[in-house]
């Protein structure tokens, strides 16, 4: 018997050399442990056989043949030999004759294995090949007894694994089937506390039926005890997280409201309930010794901005320094010149730090028996070697799904204890918010200001391009400004999508009378800010651009935007760019153009025509596509998750996040 402790050297599957073993290291595969969490990525099922087939399949079939001719082959033409061995039902053929040839290449050791009147079991596609029907390198057994008696790789519904370079699916196959043999079940306890998996199964259970499971019936429910318990994991590790984060203790970083009540006298508009509310939330963390860890989120234009600009005169105010961090140098200097607009009247001083930029405000720097300063900036900040003056007191971090945890870490150690605000402008569905930032409390913005233009949006097909350049036309005759965006760069052999480089040239001959600029993310920070400023100040009538601009564009009078091939891009990422237009009193389309031979894209984009709700986008934009493409770039930190697509079922991760929360109470005596 083994435990999940064992090595895997120790099973006898098969033989580990050096090869497979640092091919076995590379997927972490240690122990028995190791391999049991090793899941399939998909299964085969081999559990019964097909008959012969007499023309191509569009799917793999299993069969037990007969080998009725062996031989080795060469290439007219090609310079390589394969090897051929030809199989019939077992008994000498049917009625029809009907045989298959199975075929390898390169593979000299096959003409070793196999040889005439062996009994096969056959795994594969077959097509045909000339006159042939054929199965290249199909997966095969040799049996000598009873066909239907289920091993590792035949007569059993079969899974089929991620691999490392160095192994292949039979060896690894092989030793996981080994394992799951002759292990003691004891040595598998349950990590879940009694009775929190409706369906009654146990963890060994649940591990045996998702490597060999007895029916694809059989999977689901092992699927989703297995997801529990990783979910419940993840919540234990978010959930101390956060109390490690109170645990430590912070600093009052808030004075008085004085300057945040001129502030608010000088805007030309109210806050809204919801802006006003995540105020109030922000300023009762700020006057806690608890240190704030807080995730502001909202739908596009929801006005995050003015909130973030709102905690940072409250905490200057007491004397510290703030600082905001934003994933590229286009949204820094955005938040360089609106705050600046916003804080310079009061007294604030703004500084502006990217990896190719480092400038102050025009006003004197303050001392610490002043305001404290506002530092804006990219990456930069956390490579930045000068200190705070004032001690940093508060860290706003602008698009946080673009920044991993480590990255936030970073900033909070360049101050003392400082208060965290995150934002992100696509807005979270619940789950995923629950499942990812679990360790954060969330302010949600879920009202727009008022005054904000419509925006309507259509999809048109991207051969309908001379029409849409007679309505930029129509629309840049009453003074609006548009954007065209692309989702390439330059062409590409392997993609058939457009181009904003190519696609440039082609605007200029459609559109001759316009003046028009190009906007990607290749050329140099100053390349882009020249563009930028051309375009904000109306001296360009066209910015053609790549998915640069999603974020931190902001142009009142821009009302319009084509996306080319929306095709290619998640519904969330499109939301995000049509948020760039609306941004002023003037009604505005977001037109979607998507290749003629795309049509079904047209029912998937259909939710952007019928809503402009940002969490309700990204609520379908999950059920479509999977939480690990809505999240973008993967946080950091976190460990990886094998079920990511249960993380749409609500009830499961609130499930999840209560084991946990029970858990952390029993281990505090609580």
Not at 355 to 378: E, N
Request: net charge negative; glycine share 8%.
């Amino acid at each position: 018997m083994v435990t999940l402790q064992t090595p895997v050297e120790e099973l006898e599957a098969i033989r580990i050399d050096k090869k497979t073993g640092e091919a076995l290291e590379k997927l972490g595969l240690r122990t028995i442990e190791d391999l049991f969490s090793h899941f399939p990525r998909r299964y085969e099922d081999r559990s019964q056989f097909d008959s012969f087939p007499s023309q191509p399949m569009e799917a793999a079939i299993c069969l037990h043949g007969e080998v009725t001719d062996c031989q080795s082959r060469f290439a007219r033409g090609r310079g390589r030999r394969f090897f051929e061995a030809t199989i019939e039902p077992p008994g000498g053929g049917d009625i029809l004759g009907n045989r298959i040839v199975l075929r390898w290449f390169n593979l000299a050791y096959i003409h070793k294995i196999l040889a005439v009147g062996q009994a096969l079991v056959v795994y594969g596609q077959p097509k045909m090949s000339g006159k042939k029907l054929v199965i290249d390198h199909p997966d095969f057994e040799i049996v000598e007894g009873d066909p239907t008696t289920p091993d590792a790789h035949m007569g059993r519904i079969v899974p089929v694994y991620p691999l490392a370079s160095g192994i292949s699916q039979k060896p690894l196959r092989s030793l996981i089937y080994q394992a799951l043999e002759r292990i003691d079940p004891g040595h598998v306890p349950d990590w879940l506390p009694a009775g929190s998996d409706p369906s009654g199964l146990t963890r060994w259970e649940a591990i045996r039926q998702i490597h060999s499971p007895e029916s694809f019936e059989a999977l689901e429910p092992a699927r989703r005890y297995l997801a529990l318990e990783e979910f419940a994991k993840l919540q234990l590790v978010l959930q101390q997280r956060r109390e490690t984060h109170r645990r430590e203790g912070g600093k009052v970083h808030v004075a008085t409201d004085q300057l945040l009540q001129k502030y608010f006298e000088r805007l030309p508009f109210s806050p809204t309930g919801a802006q006003s509310r995540a105020i109030g939330e922000i300023r009762s963390d700020l006057a806690s010794e608890h240190p704030m860890v807080r995730l502001l989120q909202g739908d596009v234009g929801a006005g995050k901005t003015l909130v973030a600009a709102a905690a940072i005169l409250l905490v200057v105010e007491a004397g510290f320094d703030a600082a905001l961090m934003a994933p590229t140098q286009i949204l820094a200097e955005q938040h360089f010149l609106t705050f600046q607009e916003w804080l310079e009247p009061l007294g604030i001083e703004v500084r502006l730090k990217t990896a190719t930029k480092d400038s102050g405000g025009s006003l004197p720097l303050f001392q610490s028996d002043g305001p404290g300063t506002l530092t804006i900036g990219t990456h930069a900040l956390l490579h930045d070697q000068s200190e705070f003056e004032n001690g940093l007191g508060l860290a706003v971090i602008d698009e946080q799904h673009k920044f991993g945890v480590e990255q936030r870490q970073r900033l909070i150690e360049r101050g003392d204890r400082p208060d965290v605000l995150v934002m992100t402008a696509t807005p979270i569905p619940r789950t995923l918010a629950l499942s990812f930032y679990g360790d954060l409390d969330v302010s949600v913005l879920d009202e727009l200001p008022p005054g904000r233009g419509k925006i309507i949006t259509g999809i048109r097909l991207t051969s309908q391009t001379k029409d849409a350049a007679k309505f930029l036309q129509d629309q840049m005759a009453t003074g609006r400004q548009v954007y065209v965006v692309y989702p390439l760069i330059e062409e590409s052999e392997k993609l058939n999508a457009g181009a904003a480089t190519v696609e440039f040239e082609k605007w200029q001959k459609r559109l001759p009378e316009r003046k028009l600029v190009l906007l990607h993310g290749r050329m140099t920070a100053e390349e882009k800010e020249a563009v930028m400023r051309e375009f904000r100040e109306g001296d360009a009538d066209v910015l053609v651009s790549t998915t640069v601009i999603e974020v931190g564009v902001d142009v009142p009078n821009a009302n319009v935007m084509l996306i080319y091939n929306a095709e290619r891009f998640g519904l969330a990422q499109l939301h995000q760019l049509r948020g760039r237009i609306g941004r002023g009193e003037h009604k505005s389309f977001c037109v979607l153009m998507i290749d003629p031979d795309a049509a079904e894209a047209r029912q998937r984009l259909a939710i952007l025509e019928e809503t402009s709700d940002g969490f309700r986008i990204a609520e379908e934009d999950l059920r479509q596509r999977g939480p690990g493409e809505v999240l973008g770039t993967q946080q950091s930190g976190l460990p990886v998750l094998a079920f990511v697509e249960f993380l749409g079922d609500t009830r499961l991760v609130e499930q999840a996040r209560k084991i946990a929360e029970e858990m952390l109470e029993a281990s505090a005596g609580r």
